[in-house]
Nanobody, 122 residues
Framework: QVQLVESGGGSVQAGGSLRLSCAAS????????MAWFRQAPGKEREGVAT??????FYADSVKGRFTIALDNAKKTLYLQMNNLKPEDTAMYYC?????????????????WGQGTQVTVSS
């Protein structure tokens, strides 16, 4: 059974940094797209970043500020978030799967974590 467990969320001021972690099973990290999504209240869940075969891909809104990384030995996915903005406030979810459309679309990501809250104050 695939399990994804996020951690590392919290509250920071604008301009601050956080690092999210997602612990996953070995089979998952080695054979799936691994991604971070976020969902703000009243908004659709949106893709933030994904990585597959050491190739990352980012949403335009986070390029240059967020970095996705995968540690195969630790079976852990990371999201380093720098220069955080109030509009980054959301529940952040780790996901694994094979996207059936654009790589940051929810479609095809079949495994999801429970989420970790990120709140950025101005």
């Amino acid at each position: 059974q695939v399990q994804l467990v996020e951690s590392g969320g919290g509250s920071v001021q604008a301009g601050g940094s956080l690092r999210l972690s997602c612990a996953a099973s070995a089979y998952t990290v080695n054979s799936h797209y691994m991604a971070w999504f976020r969902q703000a209240p009243g908004k659709e869940r949106e893709g933030v970043a994904t990585i597959y075969s050491d190739s990352p891909f980012y949403a335009d809104s986070v390029k240059g500020r967020f970095t996705i990384a995968l540690d195969n030995a630790k079976k852990t996915l990371y999201l380093q978030m720098n220069n955080l903005k109030p509009e980054d406030t959301a529940m952040y979810y780790c996901a694994a799967g094979f996207p059936t459309g654009p790589v940051l679309s929810k479609d095809g990501y079949e495994y999801w974590g429970q989420g970790t809250q990120v709140t950025v104050s101005s």
